[in-house]
């Protein structure tokens, strides 16, 4: 079977996800999911499009993933692996959106503005 791609964003994080047929093994950035994301939350959100619709042991996942932090990382690639699933079954679709897994989250970090310390925050005020 080719290989099917995958692209998912979320914050600062851009995930490529390259599925083909396999044992189940996943790899991100040339390590195992496990040690690459040790925390075991974070690992349930990589695989969980994978565990939605039953498929953790029939496909072989590599993933790239860089910018961003752990909880961007994970988010994009999981959004990479439901757009990847959704190309190589149709029927996939239906049960990843009910999850809301294929839907995009666009909030990003808002940027700092001039004459202030963050982008909303003011400086201290006394009017003594």
Do not use: W
Request: hydrophobic fraction near 40%; proline fraction near 3%.
């Amino acid at each position: 079977m080719e290989i099917i791609n995958g692209l998912g964003r979320r914050k600062a994080a851009v995930a490529r996800v390259y599925l083909r047929q396999g044992t189940g093994s996943v790899v991100i950035n040339g390590k195992d999911y496990k040690d690459y994301f040790p925390v075991e939350h974070v690992q349930g959100k990589v695989l969980e499009p994978l565990t939605l619709v039953d498929v953790l042991s029939i496909y072989d996942l590599k993933v790239n993933v860089k910018g961003g932090g752990v909880k961007g990382q994970a988010e994009a690639v999981r959004l990479g692996i439901a757009r990847a699933l959704c190309k190589i079954n149709e029927e996939f679709r239906e049960p990843l959106k009910a999850a809301k897994l294929l839907s995009r989250d666009s909030r990003v970090v808002e940027r700092k503005k001039y004459g202030k310390p963050k982008a909303r925050k003011s400086f201290q005020f006394s009017k003594r």
